[in-house]
């Protein structure tokens, strides 16, 4: 079975189709043009330079593109790229599909649509409940397709419903150290953190930001969403704008994002719980494939740190 690009390593030699999910001109020192690409298959992706490209290759090597690609995987800065030899983009000859090169959340969409529906289930509280329910089932089909991010975590096909299945899974186990905290305020939370980015990315296929992404934002796009559904609904009280506070502040501080900082107990929660999985995402992914013994990639998002996998990983514990 042919490898991934993802599990190649420094001096081999590649020879595959790829998608292009990313590419950036940029201009060389010696004043010529080059295309940064992020080529991907369903193992993951790696970096690729196109030195001396003419504007022919600008056209031809954008952002979903499948191509065929001939090359040597170097080292630069601590991670892998790809030295291209030889690049041309595919046609129906090739008998490849997009499909071919996209990853998936490890678990069925509709077994993550089960797990998210329980917990709306266990809820007590009636108007958080009904508001919840009703967002979820206005953006069902667009939520579970959706990935969480462009990049660095969860940005894959029904990447969002995995996050937010993870999450609630860390928010329950929290909330039985806790008992002081309102679950159905911080499942809420949960479920409704992201929901903004169904409208604020462009879908599964090498996502990229929409203009209402760029413009508005998925937090402030599912504060109103939240707000009209309450009218909708013919909701009042302390609960709508708890939920509008606990997506506000989500990430953490102004600089990271937040239009404000978390001032209830479940709000600083579901910002930890959203950090921690979004984090053990990237190390668990960036440590897939790495040998015991040795390190990872840099992570760019966590400091440019590269990650240690211990000699004693996948050997039997001696008990």
């Known amino acids: 079975m042919k490898k991934g690009i993802k599990h190649h390593k420094v001096g081999d030699s590649v020879e595959s189709y790829l998608l292009i999910t990313s590419s950036k001109k940029g201009v060389a020192s010696n004043g010529k043009p080059f ?6 298959d369903q193992s993951g992706e790696i970096e690729a ?10 056209e031809l090597f954008v952002n979903r593109t499948i191509v065929h690609i001939h090359g040597d995987v170097n080292e630069y800065r601590g991670n892998r790229q790809l030295k291209i030899k030889s690049i041309r983009p ?28 329980q917990y709306l289930f266990d809820m007590t ?16 089909k667009a939520f579970i397709e959706a990935p969480a991010a462009t990049r660095n975590h969860h940005e894959y096909v029904s990447g969002l419903a995995y996050h937010v299945i993870c999450m609630l899974d860390l928010a329950r186990a929290v909330s039985a150290l806790y008992p002081s905290l309102d679950k159905d305020l911080l499942y ?31 937090i402030s796009i599912i504060v109103n969403e939240i707000a009209e559904a309450a009218k909708e609904l013919e909701i009042e009280g302390d609960e709508v704008m708890a939920l509008q506070h606990i997506v506000l502040s989500h990430h953490g501080k102004g600089e990271w994002g937040s239009p404000k900082p978390p001032m209830m107990r479940e ?11 979004a984090k053990m995402n990237m190390m668990d992914r960036a440590l897939d494939g790495v040998e015991p013994g040795e390190f ?7 400091d440019n740190r590269t990650f240690y996998k211990p000699s004693f990983h996948d050997k039997p514990l001696d008990l």
């Open 90 to 117: 595919t046609s129906e000859m090739d008998q490849v599909s997009t499909a071919d090169f996209l990853q998936s959340a490890p678990l069925p969409p509709d077994e993550m649509l089960e797990r998210i529906n």
């Open 35 to 40: 295309l940064t690409l992020m080529l991907s």
């Open 188 to 218: 809420s939370g949960v479920i409704l953190h992201d929901l903004g980015k169904v409208h604020e990315l462009s879908g599964p296929v090498a996502a990229e930001y929409t203009t209402q992404g760029k413009l508005i934002g998925h």
């Open 49 to 58: 330079k196109l030195w001396g490209c003419s504007p022919e290759d600008e």
């Open 267 to 277: 709000a600083e929660i579901l910002h930890h719980v959203d950090n921690l999985d």
């Open 296 to 302: 990872s990639d840099r992570v760019f998002p966590m």
């Open 125 to 140: 509280n009636p108007k958080i409940q009904r508001i919840t329910r009703h967002l979820l089932k206005k953006h069902q």
